[in-house]
C-alpha cells in the first residue's frame, strides 16, 4: 500500500523560505507522477505543482510561479517543493499525491487523477 508522509511545513515571515518534503513508500517511487496541491481554509484543494516520472517535465499554477520548485529524488523517493518568496496567501495545509503512470512525460493539474495522498503539512506565512 502507498503510503505518503510530508514534513517541512511551519510558520515563517512573508518573503521567507519552506522547503517540504514527500517520502514515498509502498510501491516504486519512479513509476509515479508526483503532485503538490493546497488548501486553505474554506476553500478547495488546488494543484500547486507537479512533476512528471521524467524530472524535466514540471508544471506550476501560475500564482507560484518562479517563486516554488518542485523536484525529485528517486534514490530517496521523495519529492520536494522549494517555496521562495512566501506570501500569506500562501498559507494552507500542503498536501503530496502520487499517481501511477507508465507515461514518463505526463502530468496533470486534475486531483481527481491522483489515487494516493499525504496527510498534509501546514504552511502559515505571516505579514
Known amino acids: 500500500q502507498v503510503q505518503l508522509v510530508e514534513s517541512g511545513g511551519g510558520l515563517v515571515q512573508a518573503g521567507g523560505s519552506l522547503r517540504l518534503s514527500c517520502v514515498f513508500s509502498g510501491s516504486t517511487f519512479s513509476y509515479y507522477t508526483m503532485g503538490w496541491f493546497r488548501q486553505a481554509p474554506g476553500k478547495e484543494r488546488e494543484f500547486v505543482a507537479a512533476?512528471?516520472?521524467?524530472?524535466?517535465?514540471?508544471d506550476y499554477t501560475d500564482s507560484v510561479k518562479g517563486r516554488f520548485t518542485i523536484s525529485r529524488d528517486n534514490a530517496k523517493n521523495t519529492v520536494y517543493l522549494q517555496m521562495a518568496s512566501l506570501k500569506p496567501e500562501d498559507t494552507a495545509v500542503y498536501y503530496c499525491?502520487?499517481?501511477?503512470?507508465?507515461?514518463?512525460?505526463?502530468?496533470?493539474?486534475?486531483?481527481?487523477?491522483?489515487?494516493?495522498w499525504g496527510q498534509g503539512t501546514q504552511v502559515t506565512v505571516s505579514s
Open positions: 512533476l512528471a516520472r521524467s524530472a524535466g517535465n514540471t
Open positions: 499525491a502520487a499517481l501511477f503512470t507508465s507515461s514518463t512525460s505526463y502530468y496533470t493539474r486534475n486531483r481527481d487523477e491522483y489515487r494516493y
